[in-house]
């Protein structure tokens, strides 16, 4: 998905650049990039983090970049930030998001015959350049960001470097967060919280949708007014939020315990054991341990200091690979037990299917399988949610193709948790991942966990609702 953090203090900022980009890197994408500004002008930095952290690969440049402003980014894919030179001025921009008519907006701007694009990649037009482009039209920053959110079909939240500050903006419904941060002498923007914590910034306020604000040393300043409809992607509680972030005042780690305590007020099962799948499983799993009175183990534990993210590699036998190796069983834990693992969700379940095999391997009585969200029967078309490349990849949809004939038949009645449809969709993803039981969370119950009104949450992947 991505995660972006911005700064300006009334001395050298490098080093919260550093650190407040860096905690963004557990998003797991591909690229980083800074870019600072001082009186030489912007200074720019971009490394492929693929298989490297983030700070390995920026520490160098951290020491020789200088400057009391800066944009720092973990990209999903295309290089940034990116050094802009047009009538606004010379800035740079980085970028959140994903843009679903980059073609459309790319063919409507050659028409004008006035811009060309230069940061291709793999014959691809840069998203971020698309968005500067559309900027570009306006006559002013704030006037150019609201051109530019009312073309972007799909999501997008900009930070923007110029010579008097930042503006960071929002995407148009709020689906991705940022957070203001402000200590003394300076301010920041981020879309983790927890980028803060140990960087001595207190929250000042979260934006609201489509809400722009200019910032400095001095403090902010509100450029745009926030939308009247939010729509934030409940998936960053469940899956992608880090556990010390929380998003319009709501803690990651809490939400998932309420998740994991929803779970196990429906839980019908003699259990031994209750583990999460880590790392993201965890707070769902110590939210039903403690909810259940069921012990709470690790029969499983990560190793994680030379693997990526295992969502990461293109190639689906690679990203077995990594999921494998990472998680080592603890046999002691597993042997002749009844065990409950809770999951954040079922994606693809690829991955998941070799991990309840391992457990059985290793002497379990009984597996069982409780995500902490409803089946994904909706590709996401808001955020690079995940590497599949079509809906059908989707375990939920594979199930109903299978029973149906047809990946797309009945998808109203496939989310419905009541109708047998849905039931028998459940029990083919059951049988192919060869739990003994498997139950899902219910959306209401998700809702409730999170603590914001469903019309404010983008529960697309869910419900088709967005």
């Known amino acids: 998905m991505g995660g972006f953090f911005g700064v300006v203090s009334n001395r050298d900022s490098v ?108 014959n691809e037009i840069n998203p971020t350049e698309m968005v500067a482009t ?59 919280s927890s980028a803060f914590l140990n960087l001595g910034y207190e929250v000042d306020r979260y934006l609201g949708p489509g809400e722009v604000v200019f910032f400095n040393e001095s403090g902010f300043d509100q450029r745009r007014p926030p939308g009247n409809k939010m729509r934030i992607c409940a998936f ?39 583990a999460g799948i880590p790392d993201s499983g965890t707070g769902h799993a110590i939210g039903f341990a403690n909810a259940a009175g069921v012990p709470y183990g690790r029969p499983f534990v990560k190793y994680t200091p030379t693997w990526p993210r295992s969502f990461m590699p293109q190639n689906q036998s690679m990203r077995d690979l990594v999921a494998r190796m990472k998680l080592l069983p603890i046999e002691d834990l597993i042997r002749g037990k009844r065990l409950l ?66 990946d797309d038949a009945h998808l109203d009645e496939y989310s419905d948790p009541s109708s047998e449809r849905f039931c028998a969709m459940v029990d083919r993803i059951r049988h192919k991942l060869g739990l003994s039981s498997l139950s899902y969370q219910t959306l209401d119950d998700l809702v409730e966990a999170i603590g914001l009104p469903k019309d404010k949450l983008c529960t697309f992947c869910w419900d088709g609702n967005g």
């Open 236 to 274: 960053l509680w469940v899956y992608y939020g880090y556990p010390a972030s929380s998003y319009e005042g709501i803690n990651v780690e809490v939400a998932r315990n309420r998740c994991g305590a929803a779970l196990a007020r429906c839980e019908k099962c003699e259990i031994d054991l209750v």
């Open 134 to 192: 559309l900027i570009n039209q306006g006559t002013s920053f704030e006037d150019g960001i609201a051109g530019a959110m009312d073309q972007i079909e799909g999501s997008c939240s900009i930070l923007i470097l110029t010579k008097d500050g930042i503006y960071a903006a929002r995407d148009r419904f709020g689906r991705t967060p940022i957070v203001l941060g402000a200590k003394d002498g300076a301010a920041a923007a981020s879309l983790e």
């Open 15 to 122: 080093s919260d650049l550093f650190y407040g980009t860096d905690y963004h890197s557990h998003l797991g994408t591909r690229r980083g990039g800074m870019a600072v500004r001082n009186s030489d002008g912007i200074q720019r930095s971009i490394h492929d983090i693929t298989n490297a952290q983030f700070r390995s690969k920026f520490e160098n440049d951290a020491s020789s970049l200088h400057g009391a402003m800066g944009i720092g980014v973990i990209s999903d894919y295309e290089d940034q930030p990116l050094i802009i030179g047009s009538h606004l001025g010379t800035y740079a921009i980085v970028t959140v998001g994903v843009i679903r008519n980059l073609q459309a907006l790319s063919e409507a701007v050659f028409k004008k015959r006035a811009t060309h694009f230069s940061e291709m990649s793999g």
């Open 341 to 406: 693992f809770c999951e954040d969700s079922i994606v693809r379940g690829t991955q998941l299917r070799d991990t309840i095999q391992r457990l059985f391997d290793c002497g379990a009585q009984e597996v069982h399988m409780r995500p902490a969200c409803p089946p994904l029967v909706h590709g996401c078309p808001f955020l690079n949610f995940s590497r599949s490349r079509s809906e059908l990849d989707l375990a939920a949809r594979k199930a109903v193709k299978e029973i149906e004939g047809a």
